[in-house]
């Protein structure tokens, strides 16, 4: 099975949107624009399974608020402290409603995560170093420079993801150029090619269980 390099991809959106030259848009600007959609739009409309796994969080006593990780698209039940497990909420009303706004509180093993604009609040705050590992979806990869593969095989076992990649990558270049017309009609094959991908993506975990990574 061949993958989808960084090269293949780049070749077949500038035939898709009709972008022969290569000062516009640049190698560099066209491998930032591939990168984007697949980190950001592409994992958006399709959930990749084998990319769902645990975010492991190491805490420091007496810190309660910490960083939503760059890395994951989501953090979703279930989470654990150690092999307890412990709530996830989202509605900083609910939240705080069990727990004090202030650091008087006593410190203790955490008990509730509130994930809300972009951070990770701990409640009881630490007092001590604790592992939390909280469910998630990654982001994709990014390229680590032109020549690099795209990795789209290895995360669901098929070549299609590729192609996908080029027709969304496409359709944002024209857009971005106010080519809506050409998008909409590339937009028809786009839907089709990612049906198709997603239809063999299916099948493939159909066969075998997949299992997150710890």
Do not use: C, H
């Amino acid at each position: 099975m061949s993958l989808w390099s960084f090269s293949d991809i780049a070749t077949e959106v500038r035939k898709l949107a009709a972008r022969p030259s290569t000062s516009n848009p640049t190698a560099a600007q066209l491998n930032e624009r591939i990168d984007r959609f697949i980190r950001f739009k592409l994992p958006a409309e399709v959930k990749f399974q084998l990319q769902q796994r645990f975010y492991s969080l190491s805490t420091t006593a007496s810190t309660g608020t910490y960083t939503f990780p760059d890395d994951f698209q989501t953090l979703v039940p279930p989470a654990f402290v150690g092999d307890e497990a412990i709530d996830v909420l989202y509605e900083p009303a609910i939240f705080w409603n069990n727990w004090l706004i202030d650091s008087t509180e006593t410190s203790a093993k955490p008990q509730q995560i509130l994930i809300y604009d972009n951070d990770i609040v701990l409640r009881p705050i630490p007092d001590d170093t604790y592992t939390i590992r909280i469910f998630g979806n990654k982001r994709l990869d990014t390229f680590s420079d032109a020549a690099s593969q795209s990795g789209l095989s290895d995360i669901d076992g098929q070549d299609g993801w590729g192609e996908v990649v080029a027709y969304g990558t496409a359709i944002d270049l024209l857009v971005s150029g106010g080519e809506f017309e050409k998008a909409a009609a590339l937009k028809v094959f786009y839907d089709r090619v990612r049906a198709i991908a997603q239809d063999a993506t299916a099948q493939m975990l159909s066969t075998q269980r997949s299992v997150p990574s710890f």
